[in-house]
Nanobody, 124 residues
Framework: QVQLVESGGGLVQPGGSLRLSCAAS????????IGWFRQAPGKVREGVSL????????DYADSVKGRFTISGDNAKNTVYLQMNTLKPEDTAVYYC?????????????????WGQGTQVTVSS
């Protein structure tokens, strides 16, 4: 069955970096769009970035442009989110999600499959 497992979260100081991984199983990344989302306590879930490697599509939320980079390794069936220059407002649970089409959307309702999430805390 389709499964997504996130890893790489943790505690980091402002200005630091983390790399999140989303390991997929049960399907091939080539035919899916993978999105990264985050949800902070008391806030709605928001889209952070997406990649559709077969269509050559990537996208970023304005709040992370220039700081975050999404990439995929189809051989490892894994998507990465490199997060640099982290800010306290980046603190949230980060989720990866998948949808079985090439689609440029960061609305969480368009994604059918979800991982369990990984906590990212940016604090001094």
């Amino acid at each position: 069955q389709v499964q997504l497992v996130e890893s790489g979260g943790g505690l980091v100081q402002p200005g630091g970096s983390l790399r999140l991984s989303c390991a997929a199983s049960g399907f091939a990344l080539d035919y899916y769009t993978i999105g990264w989302f985050r949800q902070a306590p008391g806030k709605v879930r928001e889209g952070v970035s997406l990649i559709s490697s077969s269509a050559g599509i990537t996208d970023y939320a304005d709040s992370v442009k220039g700081r975050f980079t999404i990439s995929g390794d189809n051989a490892k069936n894994t998507v990465y989110l490199q997060m640099n220059t982290l800010k306290p407002e980046d603190t949230a649970v980060y989720y990866c999600a998948a949808v079985s089409q090439n689609i440029k959307t960061m609305w969480w309702g368009d994604y059918a499959y979800w991982g369990q999430g990984t906590q990212v805390t940016v604090s001094s």
